[in-house]
């Protein structure tokens, strides 16, 4: 974890803990979701950082 100031953490984490939030106005088909899942896992790297919050939930993904 690195902190970047004002409450804002980077965090290296297995995409396999991260959940899409119940309500998302772009959300993505269950199938899309785990194809791009196991793309990231195969290539072990992300073309852009997804922005996610640590609820009581787990860390789910707001954006990306």
């Known amino acids: ?20 939030q119940d309500v998302n106005a772009r959300s993505m088909p269950k199938a899309m979701f785990e194809r791009l899942a196991q ?6 790297r992300l073309e852009s950082l997804p922005l996610c919050a640590k609820t009581d939930r787990g860390i789910e993904i707001i954006s990306g």
């Open 39 to 44: 793309t990231i896992g195969r290539d072990k």
């Open 1 to 20: 974890m690195v902190a970047l100031g004002n409450g804002l953490e980077l965090w290296k984490l297995p995409v396999s803990i991260l959940r899409e």
